[in-house]
């Protein structure tokens, strides 16, 4: 299975942007990149995904290395309420049956005021 | 308002026990899937359900049971041959079954185990 390689912790200060990197050195050519979020007791919540070109959406922008075996999220003005796990995955959905993703320990964002 | 809802959000049961979580969906969505998160840990897998009466165990399956008589609903029966089941379970779902499309999780439930 592709694993990606993330920092365990990053800070940031309120209103500035931020960059979360993602290493995937092993990723396959119909994987996506997908980009969680999990704030203190509650469930993930997706943020934003995409294959090979930068992808933006109101959350989030996603930018993938051109030869993709890396990712950065990128919060553009961080908040309090941005503090949160950040989960980077691979998903391949031209794979057969379910893939068996696992969330690892994602990089848990602090963010200061 | 669609969304995952799970019941209750905090469960206290003595060692021996079983014990039912609910998760419930109006997403109307095919595929739903439970994760068990320990302290400080990233979500491991239990089981998963594709499809009505049909469901595959995940990664750590053992001391669990799970049924999916009807599409909106997927309740995790947590038995005493589980050895540590205190941790907090979230249930998720996802529109199809190929891996493209994104999981909505719901709040979770923390069971707490004595």
């Known amino acids: 299975d592709a694993k990606t390689t993330q920092p365990n912790s990053m800070e940031s200060n309120e209103e500035e942007p931020v960059h979360l990197p993602c290493n995937h050195s092993?990723?396959?050519?119909?994987?996506?990149i997908h980009w969680y979020r999990q704030l203190p007791s509650q469930g993930p919540e997706y943020v934003i995904h995409g294959l090979t070109s930068n992808v933006n959406n109101r959350m989030a922008s996603l930018a993938i290395a051109e030869d993709r075996k890396s990712s950065t999220l990128i919060l553009h003005r961080a908040t309090l309420r941005d503090a949160a796990v950040y989960y980077c995955?691979?998903?391949?959905?031209?794979?057969?049956?379910?893939?068996?993703?696992?969330f690892g320990t994602g990089t848990k964002l602090q963010v200061i005021p | 308002d669609g969304g995952i809802t799970q019941s209750p959000k905090y469960l206290f049961r003595k060692e021996g026990q079983n014990v039912t979580l609910s998760c419930e969906q109006n997403?109307?969505?095919?595929?739903m899937y439970w994760y068990r998160q320990d302290p400080g840990q990233g979500l491991r897998l239990i089981y998963y359900?594709?499809?009505?009466?049909?469901?595959q165990k995940g990664d750590i399956a053992e001391g669990y049971s799970v049924s999916r008589e009807k599409k909106e609903s997927f309740p995790l029966t947590v038995t005493s041959a589980q050895k540590n089941p205190t941790a907090f379970y979230l249930c998720a779902s996802s529109i199809g079954q190929t891996n493209s499309y994104e999981q909505y999780f719901g709040p979770g439930t923390r069971l707490t185990v004595t």
């Open positions: 092993t990723i396959s050519g119909t994987d996506y």
């Open positions: 997403l109307n969505h095919d595929a």
């Open positions: 359900s594709q499809i009505v009466n049909d469901f």
């Open positions: 995955i691979l998903r391949d959905p031209h794979s057969g049956g379910y893939q068996k993703v696992t």
